[in-house]
């Protein structure tokens, strides 16, 4: 988890905006890692991963309107990453944190990138 969420800090401290491929690169890696141990995945790794899906929605959503091209394309990562957010919503409420919590954690995250 650590490896791609510095990943995604990289990303997000850049000025340029990374190729499809690139950024389909990472959307499979962090499917991958999440496909494989999203059960095992304590607490401060599913704020993580729910941050990473989070950041994945957005960014996926604005690239489908400004690529027409390859908008289908960045709409499935779109809703990849909005069910994995939504799962990992229903985790962390499951162990006891509240909506409110999940995004005041989240806030923390982005506040220290």
């Known amino acids: 988890m650590e490896k791609h969420f510095a990943k995604l800090k990289e990303y997000l401290g850049m000025d340029t905006e ?49 690529d027409k091209k390859l908008a289908k394309k960045y709409r499935k990562i779109r809703e990849k990453s909005s069910l994995w957010a939504e799962a990992l919503t229903l985790k962390l409420m499951k162990e006891g944190m509240s909506k409110q919590e999940i995004a005041k954690a989240e806030q923390e995250l982005s506040d220290s990138i």
């Open 18 to 66: 990374i190729s499809y491929e690139e950024f389909e690169g990472y959307f499979q890696d962090v499917m991958k890692l999440f496909n494989e141990n999203y059960q095992d995945f304590n607490r401060e790794e599913s704020i993580q991963g729910r941050f990473m899906m989070s950041i994945l929605v957005s960014n996926a959503d604005e690239r489908a309107r400004k």
